[in-house]
């Protein structure tokens, strides 16, 4: 659109210039008199002469009217018809991206599309998830033209209604600073309080602000950064393992939540006797208990209770037949 709109606005000042020139050259005029004369022949007006014209001068009228007034209603149009579409497919994607976001149920909120916000929607994209952006700088918006971004102040109560925050199973707010993440905790939380919200801290302190504001979880980029880098000084081989193990996209191993829900086949059953470890080669790291107590490296006797949540480190396609499991789709591995 942008290079359009330079081309049709070049074609009218080549064209005035043309003529503005050519009269002072035949005519001898000065440049008022030639622009005044050049204009009213290019929009057809004709409303006066301002000197008689030479013999030279008539043939070269002709010359800009036969020309130069076709370029200039064809750069006109062209212009006008870039403008009109532009706008109306501005309208209507808008349109349509609302349809989009109004159809949207438990998806996931991502308040921000700076570099961590890409990796976020990049790995949600990989695992399926369902979300919509809130980005402030339509610029950085166009960036992600295959996604649902709503371009937007994502502290405003009206951005996040219409991102659908009632409808939304989770918020993630990575905005530049810890105070605008700050207001879009309280509104959100004000907005949906069963929501699931995780928030960045940036500055030292934050966190506990950010948690009292009603963020379910913080995340501290550098702190966890400098952990890990001195991890990865002290204890290689311990990072190369859970690199290894939570690498997106490692073909081999991954580590995995398995939620038990009510009814499953697995739901009251200890790890041996269900054969997690012994028929699918799963290692259980840890079970998340309803109550929210994590039991770490739980013995083959521990009990498997519907409301758990399993911490399993295996074959990713020995971890689906355990979901299967678990939704009870499955009641002993094969």
């Known amino acids: 659109m942008k290079t359009k709109l330079i081309l049709a606005g070049g074609l009218i000042l080549f064209t005035i210039a043309f003529g503005t020139t050519g009269y002072m050259a035949i005519e001898g005029w000065d440049f008022l008199d030639a622009l005044y004369m050049t204009v009213t022949t290019l929009t057809t007006v004709g409303y006066r002469e301002v000197h008689e014209l030479s013999t030279y001068g008539i043939i070269f009228t002709l010359i800009l009217i036969l020309f130069g007034v076709g370029t200039v209603l064809y750069a006109l149009s062209t212009g006008a018809k870039v403008i009109l579409e532009g706008e109306l497919h501005e309208l209507f994607g808008r349109k349509r991206l609302e349809k989009k976001i109004k159809n949207e149920k438990n998806h996931y909120i991502v308040c921000g599309y700076g570099r961590m916000g890409k990796i976020i929607c990049k790995k949600l994209r990989e695992e399926d998830a369902p979300f919509v952006v809130i980005e402030k ?62 928030a960045r801290a940036s500055e030292e302190g934050s966190e506990s602000k950010l948690l009292r504001a009603g963020a379910d979880r913080v995340v501290s980029p550098y702190s966890i950064g400098g952990i890990r880098i001195a991890h990865t000084v002290l204890k290689p081989a311990v990072v190369d393992f859970i690199e290894f193990a939570t690498k997106s996209g490692n073909i081999e191993l991954r580590m995995e939540e398995i939620s038990i829900p009510e009814g499953s086949a697995l739901a009251g059953q200890s790890l041996d006797h269900c054969g997690i470890g012994r028929e699918l080669g799963i290692i259980i790291v840890g079970i998340k208990r309803i109550s929210g107590e994590m039991k770490f490296n739980p013995t083959f006797r521990t009990t498997i209770n519907a409301g758990d949540t399993l911490i399993a480190l295996g074959e990713i396609s020995k971890l689906r037949i355990l979901e299967e499991m678990a939704r009870g789709s499955l009641k002993k591995t094969k």
Not at 141 to 170: C, F, K, M, N, Y
Request: glycine content about 10%.
């Open 137 to 198: 700088n339509p610029e950085m918006g166009r960036q992600g033209d295959s996604l649902l971004i709503l371009t937007g102040d994502a502290t405003s109560d009206d951005i996040l209604i219409a991102a659908g925050i009632e409808r939304a199973r989770g918020l993630i707010s990575v905005l530049p600073t810890d105070a605008e993440n700050l207001y879009v905790i309280l509104s959100a939380r004000g907005l949906n309080p069963s929501l699931l919200i995780v």
